[in-house]
C-alpha cells in the first residue's frame, strides 16, 4: 500500500482502504478503481490524498500494516499518567475506566 496525493492518482489505480469525508461518511470503497478526472473531483472537494495498492515509488510514502497484537498493551492508567491537565479529560479517564469495568463483567 502507498499514500499518494490525490493530484498524483492515475487512471486504474485501485484504492487499498475505503475512502471517507471528514465526518467518516464513506466516499468510495476499498477496491474501487480510480481515474484522474474523478481524482480531481474529490481534489474539489477537500481530499488531499489517498491509500492506493502497490509499492511505493521514490517520493512516496508507504504505509506499514500492523497487527493488533504487534501493538504492546499499555493500562489506561499509564496512557493517562501526568496527562489529565482539565477537566474534560478527567472526564474522558473516567468514561473509560467505567467503560472497561463494564465491559469486564
Known amino acids: 500500500m502507498r499514500k499518494i496525493s490525490i493530484k ?3 487512471d486504474g489505480m485501485i484504492l487499498a482502504e475505503p475512502l471517507k469525508n471528514a ?3 464513506l ?3 476499498k477496491g474501487t478503481a ?3 478526472a474523478f481524482a480531481a473531483r474529490l481534489a474539489q472537494r477537500g481530499i488531499s490524498t489517498v491509500i492506493v495498492e502497490g509499492e511505493p515509488e521514490p517520493g512516496e510514502e508507504g504505509i506499514a500494516v500492523v497487527q493488533a497484537a504487534e ?3 499499555i493500562s489506561l492508567e499509564e496512557l493517562f499518567d501526568g496527562k489529565i491537565v482539565n477537566n474534560s479529560m478527567q472526564i474522558i479517564y ?3 475506566i467505567r467503560n472497561r469495568e463494564s465491559s469486564d463483567q
Open 27 to 29: 466516499l468510495l470503497e
Open 94 to 96: 473516567e468514561a473509560l
Open 34 to 36: 480510480l481515474t484522474a
Open 71 to 73: 501493538i504492546p498493551k
Open 23 to 25: 465526518h467518516g461518511g
Open 8 to 10: 498524483a492518482v492515475k
